[in-house]
């Protein structure tokens, strides 16, 4: 069974920065697709940054060049590394492992809630 706990959250002034964690368990973490996603009140949720095996990358157009995501195989963790935060990244902020059989992300932390604002 598929585990996925996140954490970072939080409050930040904007221009701040924020790291998110994603603790994975009941899967070959190395092997696996891993993305943040978000949701924002009102909205659907969107795929924020994705990471694959072999730690190629893919970002939304909306944070490119000011979030970063990266790996430990070690830890069996994925980092979401926000920076230059803006009002408009407020959203709780999901981490999933990518099915490669389905093509979808089928497995989902809890969340965690991202606010900025002064």
């Known amino acids: 069974q598929v585990q996925l706990v996140e954490s970072g959250g939080g409050l930040v002034q904007p221009g701040g920065s924020l790291r998110l964690s994603c603790a994975a368990s009941g899967l070959i973490f190395s092997f696996s697709t891993m993305g943040w996603f978000r949701q924002a009140p009102g909205k659907q949720r969107e795929l924020v940054a994705g990471?694959?095996?072999?730690?190629?990358?893919v970002y939304a157009d909306s944070v490119k060049g000011r979030f970063t995501i990266s790996r430990d195989n070690t830890k069996n963790t994925v980092y979401l590394q926000m920076n230059s935060l803006k009002p408009e990244d407020t959203a709780v902020y999901y981490c999933?492992?990518?099915?490669?059989?389905?093509?979808?992300?089928?497995?989902w932390g809890q969340g965690t809630q991202v606010t900025v604002s002064s």
């Open positions: 999933a492992r990518h099915n490669r059989v389905t093509g979808e992300y089928d497995s």
């Open positions: 990471i694959r095996s072999d730690v190629t990358t």
